[in-house]
């Protein structure tokens, strides 16, 4: 009994010993639990609002009320589509100006009614294209990221799948941000990155490496704050285990977090961002 213990260690730490490019490919794979998947499972209830009350409502942004473990939540979250119809419903989780304005409308609501924030993250980037140039997509982006600092309620951030660029940023300003064992946050994609750097695109597996965009990477260099460990093989292989490890961390980290000052939840989430300056000399 000993043995096969000590065989299946072995096996499963050879399992998770994932490289970055192959952690890049999980976080993309349609089969990846969307932001929907977990909402419905940590929420005993929830109702989703639409708009953003100056151009219309962004498909590839979810958010609304939810109740968790008995109290009021605002959720907004990033939401990719599980086929191809709906994927382009949802513009392949590549918010628009509207989205961005959407979600700070109901974060600002949220702390009109003293609602903690809760953040799902992901998506390969904000829409580049140039009907959302010209509707401000750089400007509600900023907005998100100013405004997102000086909101008097605890916020918490949790990349799921992919956490690309400012699109990911504008919704990762929080006093916690996590990231799912298989999840990846970085500046652009590795296949961007590697058309930058080394002018072939085809280097996106080495871009991976290079780039340290893995949970356990930015972990290290003090980026985020915690890595959720993933049911082996990915969080689609059980999606109901892994959406009760991010309710049970959510109940305890946010009931924590509502016992402090607003004046101390605004200077900590400040902090935080201001004093990751010091990890620079490791990267």
């Not at 909402?39 to 639409?50: A, V």
């Not at 949790?158 to 660029?165: A, D, K």
Request: hydrophobic content about 35%.
């Amino acid at each position: 009994m000993e043995k096969i213990e000590k065989l299946q260690k072995m096996i499963n730490k050879k399992l998770d010993n994932k490289t970055a490019w192959q952690k890049v490919k999980i976080a993309r794979m349609i089969e990846r639990p969307t932001s929907i998947d977990y909402i419905y499972r940590i929420c005993d209830t929830f109702i989703e609002l639409h708009g953003d009350r100056y151009f219309g409502d962004d498909k590839s942004i979810v958010g609304g009320i939810g109740i968790l473990n008995g109290d009021p939540v605002t959720i907004v979250a990033q939401q990719k589509g599980r086929n191809t119809s709906e994927n382009i419903k949802r513009n392949f989780g590549m918010p628009e100006p509207e989205g961005y304005r959407k979600s700070l409308r109901l974060m600002k609501q949220a702390e009109k009614f003293d609602r903690p924030i809760i953040c799902f993250v992901d998506t390969p980037g904000a829409f580049c294209g140039m009907e959302a140039e010209e509707r401000g997509q750089g400007e509600a982006i900023a907005s998100n990221l100013i405004e997102m600092f000086n909101l008097k309620v605890p916020i918490v951030s949790i990349v799921i799948g992919e956490g690309g660029s400012g699109g990911a940023l504008a919704f990762a300003v929080a006093n916690s941000v996590w990231m799912l064992e298989n999840s990846v946050y970085s500046i652009l994609s590795p296949e961007g990155f590697a058309s930058i750097l080394w002018k072939d695109g085809s280097r996106a597996e080495e871009a991976a490496e290079v780039m340290k965009c893995t949970a356990q990477d930015l972990k290290k260099y003090g980026i985020i704050d915690k890595v959720l460990k993933e049911p082996q093989g990915g969080a689609h292989k059980d999606v109901d285990k892994m959406a009760e490890t991010i309710k049970n961390e959510l109940i305890d980290t946010v009931g924590i977090l509502k016992k402090h000052s607003k004046e101390e939840i605004v200077n900590s989430r400040y902090n935080k961002f201001r004093h990751m300056g010091k990890y620079s000399e490791k990267l």
